[in-house]
Nanobody, 127 residues
Framework: VQLQAFGGGFVQAGDSLRLSCAASGLTFKSYYMGWFRQAPGKEREFVSGITWSSGSLSYANSVKGRFTISRDNDKNTVYLQMNHLKPEDTAVYSC?????????????????????WGQGTQVTVSS
């Protein structure tokens, strides 16, 4: 299984970015996909998640109303549209996958529930 995240960059506050995470080696449509981020010196935190059929979306309070998660099961890709970026959004963003049939807890799953992780893409927002 491989997850490859890309689309990060250096932007100004108020700008937008769209992250993509391309998955291979798994039956993508059966997986819950999550985005996490980790800023320097801070714990990794959940950003957003999406169920296999896009029927349920989850967002951290800090990004709600600014970020939008989506997926294209035909392209095995999950996206994170990030608008109105703030300096506090600066972090390495990673995507993660967990099979819907292998997780029985509450949603969104905690980071520990995801067996597959991408390498991360850096997002830097300047004020």
């Amino acid at each position: 299984v491989q997850l490859q995240a890309f689309g990060g960059g250096f932007v100004q506050a108020g700008d937008s970015l769209r992250l993509s995470c391309a998955a291979s080696g798994l039956t993508f449509k059966s997986y819950y996909m999550g985005w996490f981020r980790q800023a320097p010196g801070k714990e990794r935190e959940f950003v957003s998640g999406i169920t296999w059929s896009s029927g349920s979306l989850s967002y951290a309070n800090s990004v709600k109303g600014r970020f939008t998660i989506s997926r294209d099961n035909d392209k095995n890709t999950v996206y994170l549209q990030m608008n109105h970026l703030k300096p506090e959004d600066t972090a390495v963003y990673s995507c993660a996958a967990v099979h819907g049939g292998r997780y029985s807890g509450t949603y969104p799953p905690p980071a520990s529930a995801y067996p597959y992780w991408g390498q991360g893409t850096q997002v830097t927002v300047s004020s």
